[in-house]
């Protein structure tokens, strides 16, 4: 790391921070690299923003002014296409995307009360270390993540299903917990019997690939976190225990393994342990993507 830092203050580059070095590779995106924004160099009127439904629990809110910047080694030139997981205030915005002392451009967006991802232009990324500096048009602006693939046609999605929100099969049935905040879940009740009982969800993703799937659940004991995941009715895809929580608790967790999902298709989750709670479904294609849960456990709709 220190060797590409001092050719970089060679090369008279305006570097005041040890610039992200690591190459990644998913079997998803294919090369790539990600910021989470609150983990950037932040100045100004920006502030970074605890929220469960961002990624790593946080973003920055562009309030008055203020830049964000993160410092990327590129060890070899490459084209790389850029998108930005943002929230836009209802008078819509505009997000400023700088590379090194390249003229800003300005991508225009229309207001939005959930995430969405928006793509932020293709860019050609030459040998050393790139500054990107991100500013905002528009009081009010949010931005989680920011994500770089080499593959154009990529689109991100992070996209969260209710559980509640399927099809259930008997003995899954629809629960409320009331604390510390009201959350519906699907479960088959301890009593009910393991393997037995099935919640389908109807999913739509960009294109037929493998993605990154991560449940919210409640898992009290490692007698009542087991469940599998299959398609159309099935479940003959894949053992999936989730992570043991409090008996309040809840907690996102994945299968290490992508899986496969169609345009549109029909996931089916299929009880093996009574006992076990899930919330909600969360599919993306976004490998640096971390949902989290705030301590002490809140339950905040996604
Ligand atoms: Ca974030
Ligand atoms: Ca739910």
Redesign the pocket.
Known sequence: MKHLFVLALLAGCAVDEDPDLSTETSEITGVWFGY???AGSIIGGTRVTDHVT???G??IAFDAGGSARFFRGIGAPAYFYGWARVMVPASGGGLSVQFDSDPPAVYALLASSTWMWIPIGGHELQVGTRQIKLTATTAGLLV??ILFVQASSFIPITDVYEAEAGSLVFPMTIGTQRLPATTKYVSVPNGSGDYAGRVDLDVAVPYDTTYILWARANAPSTADNSFRVGRDGSANGFAWDAAVTSTMGWTWNRPTVAQRIDITDVLSIASVDDGAKRDKLLITNDPGFLPIESSPPLVIAM
């Open positions: 989470d924004c609150e961002a990624s790593h946080a973003y989680d993540r």
